[in-house]
């Protein structure tokens, strides 16, 4: 359910509700809600983006080939699915860019207010692909993730994007059920 055969490609924001949670358990305050708000913010749009296209939008040629053998061989006791070695790509990205991203936030914080922070973090993570060896990354282990953490973290992302559909689909109901109500003409 990846790009489609769900309401609002729910596979794929649950990659990425996923990668925000480990980001956040490995990043502690750059990615958490409260004290990266931007970073998160910025990585949750980016890496939408490096998901649907498989890198293709982001990494040159070369590669992106290598990604996506990885991502064919992916079936190891290390990543029990394809979209692992996405989650294990944004996730190094992430962490490679962070000093950037510390040092733009910080400057950002007097003269810009949140929107200018969540731009320069994604004007970084949107360059980080080109400067990252992705031959280092796939084979480093410092970049490795068990399975136990990526499906925790699915099945909590999963769980909050189902939440959000749910909600969505109530309020919806409401607004459909508040329009059909008759209107009372006015006394005059």
Known sequence: DFYAGSPSLRGARTEVGALLELAERRQGRVASRDGGGAAREALGIISNEWFMSLWTCSLPLEQVTRVWDSIMDAHSEAER????????????????????????????????????????????????????????????????????????????????????????????????????????????
């Open 81 to 188: 699915y394809p979209s692992d070695v996405n989650l294990r790509l944004a996730l190094a990205i992430f962490e490679a860019s962070q000093p950037q991203i510390t040092t733009a936030l910080r400057e950002c914080i007097d003269v810009g207010n949140e929107d200018d922070k969540v731009y320069q973090a994604y004007a970084i993570l949107k360059e980080a692909p080109k400067y990252c060896n992705i031959d280092t990354v796939l084979a480093d282990p410092l970049y490795s993730l068990t399975p136990l953490e990526v499906e925790a973290s699915r099945a909590s992302a999963r769980r909050a994007v189902i939440a959000a559909d749910e909600l969505r689909l109530r309020q919806r109901d409401n607004d459909v059920a508040a329009s059909a109500l008759p209107v009372r003409p006015t006394s005059s």
